[in-house]
């Protein structure tokens, strides 16, 4: 009786599952595991900016503290709320992909690309802000006023804009291929690829735009907000 | 990694992560505008550090997730810290010694 299960379950493999995995359990736990893997390297990605900001910051806290003071806290703290909303969006849709849910799984995922879009589109009205007021770091960089002081900052604030354009142009295009990753995942959705049985790539996608949303989280603070106790 | 067990259980958690997540931001801009002294930066950086724990936690699904998960996840901050602490001790350390170059 249970041979006979064992070779009528090993005929009808669902076709979601790769020939050398015993079952979807085991699948899912390995996709899991290497998107975690993934993750890993893109800490250290992210990790090396990291480590030049807290060099840079440390050694120029004065010129960094001001040049924060220069970027718009309200852009950046709506930002960081429109992407927690995205997070938020992103788990149900894990979530409703997993119970079987296709219209509301299509519907957030939907909702995660449009609030991923708005928080392109606020960055690229900062960054044009930065590029009017001379804030760019190159040949027409403009050493910028002191908010607190009103005494020109120290050159070094050209460091403080190198790394939030290097830090935040990373993230963008995170945000970009996060939400091409999503549009392939509607794609997908549409054709019922999705069950509770099998919802990998879903749950795959979710936490890459989770781990996106974290380092924005350390973004926020460790850019925007350095010097807002001096004004 | 049961996802079907708590289907119902699930969004309510994300909500709940989800508000703290929004009080925990506005929290952190009224922080950074005190005069703390030295004190602004771990503010920031634990409010921060609460923050992404809640989203890997509940979101990410750490919660459900088997444990080695966890030890990959943990293995990033292993190496962070060793980029960061090995680097800044080379940077904190130079003007100690009067070293031609440093």
């Known amino acids: 009786m249970a041979d006979a299960h064992a070779a009528a379950n090993s ?8 020939h050398h995995f015993a079952d979807l359990g085991a699948q899912r736990e390995a996709s ?26 440390s050694t120029y806290r004065h010129a960094f503290e001001g040049a924060s003071n220069l970027l718009d806290l309200t852009l950046g703290a709506v930002n960081t709320a429109v992407l927690i909303c995205s997070s938020l ?7 409703a992909s997993g119970a079987g849910r296709k219209k509301a799984t299509i519907l957030f995922l939907v909702g995660t690309i449009l609030l991923g879009g708005v928080f392109l589109g606020i ?9 009017q007021h001379h804030e760019v770091p190159g040949p027409h960089f403009v050493v910028p006023m002191d908010e607190a002081t009103h005494q020109p900052l120290p050159r070094q604030s050209e460091m403080f804009f190198s790394l939030y354009f290097c830090m935040t142009g990373l993230h963008a295009l995170h945000m970009i291929i996060g939400v091409g990753l999503l549009t392939w995942l509607i794609v997908k959705a549409r054709r019922d690829e999705f069950s509770p049985r099998y919802n990998t790539p879903v749950d795959l996608v979710g936490l890459y735009w989770h781990f996106v949303d974290i380092v924005w989280i350390f973004l926020f603070p460790l850019l925007y907000l350095l010097g807002r106790h001096t004004l | 990694m049961s996802h079907g067990s708590a289907s119902s259980a699930a969004p309510k958690a994300y909500f709940a992560v ?16 005190l005069h703390l002294g030295v004190w602004n930066t771990p503010v ?3 409010i921060a550090v609460t923050k992404a724990l809640l989203v890997a936690w509940i979101f990410m699904h750490l919660r459900h997730a088997p444990k080695f998960t966890w030890f990959v996840a943990a293995a990033s901050l292993v190496w962070l810290a060793f980029l960061i602490l090995i680097t800044t001790s080379d940077y904190v350390t130079r003007a100690w010694l009067p070293i031609y170059g440093r």
């Open chain 1, 32 to 57: 899991t595991l290497a998107m975690w893997l993934f993750l890993v390297t893109e800490v250290l990605f992210f990790g090396g900016m990291f480590t030049a900001y807290v060099v840079y910051r």
């Open chain 1, 11 to 18: 005929h009808e493999a669902p076709p979601e599952l790769r």
């Open chain 2, 44 to 46: 920031a950086l634990a």
């Open chain 1, 123 to 131: 960055k690229a009205v900062e960054y044009t802000q930065k590029f």
């Open chain 2, 18 to 33: 989800f508000g703290a997540l929004m009080a925990l931001t506005g929290l952190t801009v009224w922080a950074s505008f």
């Open chain 1, 89 to 95: 969006t992103m788990a149900l849709a894990v979530w």
